[in-house]
């Protein structure tokens, strides 16, 4: 049944209505349903997904993959662009998302600059997803920390959530506060000054009435949350070596940050940590992020299918 997410591109999450999201988290779900039943699902057999990726990845790259495999379709993939496409001689994402439509009924694209995944979408008549552009937007992870956050907490209005670490360059915070601002949440930002969250963003979600805390301090934020969002401290996006040497310890969760928090806080991360998060964590209850990595093939295999007409 076509949807009005059909032949749509999923760029940012300010696109998607409060609906639309509404019809991914239930078609999430119910794709979810039907793997651990184990039931064979092939709503996309016969179409093609292309994954353009310029930048490295573990997750978004490779769960759209098995998403689109789970789905009954198949997959055409680019890992390292910037060496291997075409983009090395020159040929722009505008040329490149021509080449898509013929080649592929979706495509997914992450790339290093902000406004790449719009630049090749504007090529192409054909979905295209954003998997990432710079320090910009990742929609569909926001999309799956909202389905993790629904999973854990059982709802989301009321919580509060501190997004904490590299707030200024990590595009999985800005999404997703932009997201979940709209659910009713409440944000704690804690981050080192160099690291703030953009003005911008900021100063958009108090005026639309959301309350947010700045509170530097990570064993105060987390007394004071239920969710925990941790991100990296960005390095591919630091110009200054030193700079980053100086910020990359700025935050360590440790069993004994794990004793100051609320009974039941979750634990999310979009991963890859580095040194953020200690291994010791893992144990922990309430420790989501290997589960949110999960979560992102049903949310994924929802998107393909909705932004194709397949569901
Ligand atoms: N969360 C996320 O975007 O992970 P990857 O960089 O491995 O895709």
Known sequence: MATSLFGRDILD?????DEEVRLIMDTAARYERAMDNGGRLLNMSGRTLATLFYEPSTRTRLSFEVAMLRLGGTVISVADGQVSSSAKKGETLYDTGKMMESYADVTVIRHPVTGSAAELAAGSSKPVINGGDGAGQHPTQALLDLYTIIKEQGKVEGLTI???GDLKNGRTVHSGAALLARM???FIFTAPDALAMPDKITKDLIAAGIKVDVIPDLDEAVAKSDVLYMTRIQQERFDDPAEYERLKTSF???NDTVKKAKKNMTIMHPLPRVTEIKVEVDDYKGAAYFRQAANGVPV???LLSLVTGCE
């Open 300 to 302: 994924r295999m929802a």
């Open 13 to 17: 999450v300010q696109s998607i209505s």
């Open 184 to 186: 009713g949440v409440n």
């Open 252 to 254: 360590e969760v440790t």
């Open 162 to 164: 501190c997004l904490a």
